[in-house]
């Protein structure tokens, strides 16, 4: 079953703020970020549930951009994942 991906605007302005950074720091940077950030959201699309809930129904994918750890937050209502924020794996992500 293929699932649809929906894109919180959470997840889209987080991106956002992400592309910025990494353009400013070095030119083509960002799209490397984007791009790996919609192969990771194709890969979700096919197997929502190749990665572990990690706080109720949350679920965390982690992209990898260079020396660059990130994570998609996402919860699974089928037939949907709900692509909610993207993070710095050192944020606190947690709700609180």
Same mark, same amino acid.
């Given at each position: 079953? !293929?699932?649809?991906? @929906?894109?919180?605007?959470?997840?889209?302005?987080?991106?956002?703020?992400? #592309? @910025?950074?990494? @353009?400013?720091?070095?030119?083509? $940077?960002? /799209?490397?970020?984007?791009?790996?950030?919609?192969? !990771?959201? @194709?890969?979700? $699309?096919?197997?929502? !549930?190749?990665? %572990? +809930?990690? #706080?109720?129904?949350?679920?965390?994918?982690?992209? !990898?951009?260079? #020396?660059? %750890?990130?994570h998609?937050?996402?919860?699974?209502? $089928?037939?949907?994942? +709900?692509?909610?924020?993207?993070?710095? %794996?050192?944020?606190?992500?947690?709700p /609180?």
């Amino acid at each position: 079953m !293929k699932y649809t991906v @929906e894109v919180r605007d959470t997840f889209r302005e987080s991106i956002d703020e992400v #592309y @910025e950074y990494h @353009e400013k720091r070095k030119s083509g $940077e960002g /799209s490397d970020v984007l791009e790996a950030v919609w192969d !990771k959201i @194709e890969a979700l $699309e096919l197997n929502p !549930k190749m990665y %572990q +809930i990690r #706080y109720d129904d949350i679920r965390v994918a982690p992209v !990898k951009v260079k #020396y660059f %750890q990130y994570h998609i937050i996402y919860r699974i209502i $089928e037939p949907k994942v +709900i692509a909610i924020d993207f993070v710095s %794996q050192s944020s606190d992500w947690l709700p /609180s």
